[in-house]
């Protein structure tokens, strides 16, 4: 298993805050928030790439 510390792990931090921010920002209903934030909270670097892919986009 992979190692993230120092300045990876900062910037895995920093990309699973993007994602869960945009999450909620985003129009999905409560349950899709609820689902994607907890992928990414649990798994951030592989549930920040789904999210990347599949996940809902913030409001614009």
Known sequence: ???LT???GF???AL???AII???NS???TGRKVIWCLIVFFLPLL???LWLFFGP???R
């Open 1 to 3: 298993m992979t190692d």
């Open 6 to 8: 120092g300045l990876g």
């Open 11 to 13: 910037i895995v931090l």
């Open 16 to 18: 699973a805050l993007w």
């Open 22 to 24: 945009s999450t909620v």
């Open 27 to 29: 129009s999905a209903t």
């Open 47 to 49: 549930g920040f790439i």
């Open 57 to 59: 986009r913030a409001r």
